[in-house]
């Protein structure tokens, strides 16, 4: 007997699920006319920025814009240091890069987060080092009380990317409270994800929020007022209305329904070729995505061996980002020589963990890694 493919993430799926709410606000955002930093825009916003309980939120382009007009608003200039991690998707570092600034890059721990202990050892050795763009990744948080301490005594300039940990907490404290920002994105993967591209910038701060409202928008401080040299980064009201209607009141259900197959995997995968981590201690995860890990030499075969088995399985990320072509051609350092990530990056297989897996979903997935 056959079976459906299980898929990384079932977007007909989800459709079948938010269509009616979807089409909806679509004919409702039509039929009003207005498409640009209008109505849906705004009590999305409020929405979001309730959710994450924190006091402003701003939509924007992309999350990679988030990153980048954040370290803008925060002062980061051309040839400014940042410490970042290795370990993400290229737009953390491409957002740092496009500023002209230089990004250096700090080894993580066996989870995949960048090592805060190496941090603070970098950050003693280099006093001048004043921007750090940690990363809360595959839905884990960093310990934020330990990134609010570095932020304290380093002084720092801190731009948590929160894309992939939106509804995730550290002992109750949900990521991107530590730093003065935080980025988050909206591409269709992630878990409060649009149809399309879109990002936020969060924060406590009221300043804050209106220099990252003008810079969203050409600069403007009022129309046709020019105060800073900006971008071209706006949510659209379509994106604003399906987020706010169809997908931000799932969030909470669709959060549970991941953390139970996450549980699941880590309870019923037992092979003694697959490390599966599970969360770092004290991290509430989301689990955006479900990363296992497996002795280099044989990853293709795992993947192969699933796909064979009616189960499509990710890779996040299989090149640590300064061994990325791209940044041969600009300025970035290393701290350390990031043995741990690039390790990882050659071992790890994301498993699927969307919401819309059913339980025989999940058992064929667990039966088919200890069978392997």
């Not at 990134?147 to 991107?176: H, N, T, W, Y």
């Not at 987020?243 to 549970?256: F, G, K, V, Y």
């Not at 994301?350 to 069978?371: K, M, Y």
Request: hydrophobic content about 40%; glycine content about 8%.
């Amino acid at each position: 007997m056959s079976f459906p493919m299980i898929l990384a993430n079932d977007f007909r799926r989800q459709w079948d699920e938010t269509r009616e709410d979807a089409l909806q606000v679509f004919d409702q955002v039509g039929a009003r006319g207005w498409f640009v930093l209008g109505r849906e825009v705004r009590e999305f916003e409020q929405a979001l920025a309730s959710f994450w309980g924190l006091e402003h939120a701003v939509g924007v382009g992309s999350g990679m814009d988030a990153i980048e007009i954040s370290l803008r608003v925060l002062g980061c200039a051309p040839g400014d240091r940042v410490l970042t991690t290795p370990l993400s998707a290229f737009a953390t570092t491409l957002a740092i890069v496009r500023i002209g600034a230089i990004p250096v890059f700090v080894d993580t721990d066996e989870h995949g987060l960048v090592d805060l202990a190496r941090c603070r050892d970098f950050l003693r050795q280099r006093p001048g080092v004043r921007h750090f763009v940690p990363v809360h990744l595959y839905g884990h948080s960093l310990p934020v009380p330990e990134l609010r301490r570095m932020r304290e005594a380093f002084g720092l300039k801190l731009v948590e990317d929160c894309a992939q940990s939106i509804g995730a907490d550290f002992q109750g404290e949900a990521p991107g409270s530590a730093g003065q920002l935080a980025a988050t994105s909206f591409y269709p993967t992630k878990n409060l994800g649009a149809m399309g591209d879109g990002g936020a910038i969060l924060c406590r701060d009221a300043e804050l929020d209106a220099r990252v409202r003008a810079l969203r928008d050409y600069g403007q401080t009022a129309k046709y007022r020019h105060e800073f040299l900006g971008y071209n980064s706006r949510l659209d009201e379509l994106q604003a209305a399906f987020l706010l209607h169809a997908i931000l009141p799932r969030l909470e259900q669709w959060t549970r329904r991941r953390r139970e197959i996450a549980s699941a995997y880590v309870q019923g995968i037992r092979h003694g070729d697959v490390r599966v981590p599970g969360a770092p201690h004290g991290s509430n995860s989301c689990w955006h995505l479900f990363p296992v890990f497996v002795p280099p030499e044989r990853r293709d075969r795992f993947l192969e061996y699933l796909k064979a088995a009616g189960v499509e399985a990710g890779l996040h990320y299989p090149t640590a980002i300064p061994d990325q072509p791209a940044l041969g051609t600009v300025p970035f350092e290393l701290a350390d020589e990031c043995a741990v990530a690039r390790r990882l990056c050659r071992s790890e297989v994301s498993l699927p963990v969307h919401p819309f897996l059913t339980g025989t979903d999940v058992a064929r997935v667990i039966e088919a890694v200890n069978a392997w």
